[in-house]
């Protein structure tokens, strides 16, 4: 797993994973207890700077003393059903399969979401590290990928992304910037249409179509947070390809 100031995250997350063979955190030189937590929990530590989620998440892999790796965020944890479905794979070698996919269920301030563009989610995050890895020049939104068949396990990784929806703003509005400036470097631009559009097809599916309601309150929240990262994303976009900064130039 990489790691940033996570604290009070990430002894659980250690915790959840006691049935690998080793751990190992790739730190961004945090400045809490992140480090010692980890340490003392027997995890392997090693501090990199920061230079894109993909990279970091390659070069964490890369320092595993085992081909077969799986990969969490320092809020994420393993459940019970899918430990098991792991361990049953794992007591098999693996057999027929370059990598494994499962759902990731969130916590949002108190619930967990089940409904909307929030679940199942499923992520790519137990494979053959010979056979794949956090691939391609996004580093943000990363996903990583392999040459080979991938199946779906039972039971869930457990989420949990924000600890204030302050945060939660900061976050979604740094990835914004990310992508924007990562698909305006592809050649990618934003239109009129798209400016209008986009956020409200965002909400519309997530919500309305995917059964967001379902969720309550929170499910309502979570999908106009989301929606408001999409018109972010699109009008800084529209900003870069008009000459326009995003962000402050420093004195």
């Not at 698909?183 to 965002?202: E, F, H, I, M, Q």
Request: charged content about 25%; glycine content about 8%.
């Amino acid at each position: 797993m990489i790691a940033f100031n996570e604290a009070d995250r990430i002894g659980d997350c250690i915790a959840s994973l006691a049935f690998c063979d080793e751990v190992v955190v790739v730190d961004s030189h945090s400045t809490d207890a992140t480090v010692d937590i980890a340490r003392r929990m027997g995890a392997k530590v090693l501090q990199r700077p920061f230079d894109g989620f993909r990279s970091q998440k390659q070069f964490a892999i890369e320092q595993a003393a085992h081909d077969w790796v799986l990969c969490l965020d320092a809020d994420e944890r393993v459940d019970d059903t899918l430990r098991t479905a792991i361990e049953a794979e794992r007591a098999r070698g693996f057999a027929g399969a370059a990598g494994y996919r499962f759902a990731r269920l969130s916590d949002y301030f108190g619930k967990f979401l089940r409904h909307g563009n929030a679940y199942p989610d499923r992520v790519l995050r137990l494979f053959d590290r010979r056979r794949g890895g956090w691939r391609g020049q996004r580093e943000v939104h990363e996903a990583a990928s392999v040459d080979g068949p991938v199946r779906t396990l039972r039971g869930d990784l457990i989420h949990y992304p924000y600890r204030s929806l302050e945060q939660q703003l900061l976050k979604t509005q740094r990835y914004a910037r990310m992508m924007a400036e990562h698909d305006y470097a592809r050649g990618k631009r934003a239109t009129l249409g798209k400016l209008v559009l986009s956020p409200a097809w965002r909400f519309w599916r997530g919500y309305v179509l995917r059964g967001g309601f379902l969720d309550g309150w929170h499910g309502l929240v979570y999908a106009y947070v989301r929606a408001n990262y999409v018109r972010q994303k699109t009008v800084m976009l529209w900003l870069l390809q008009n000459g326009q900064p995003i962000t402050t130039s420093k004195p």
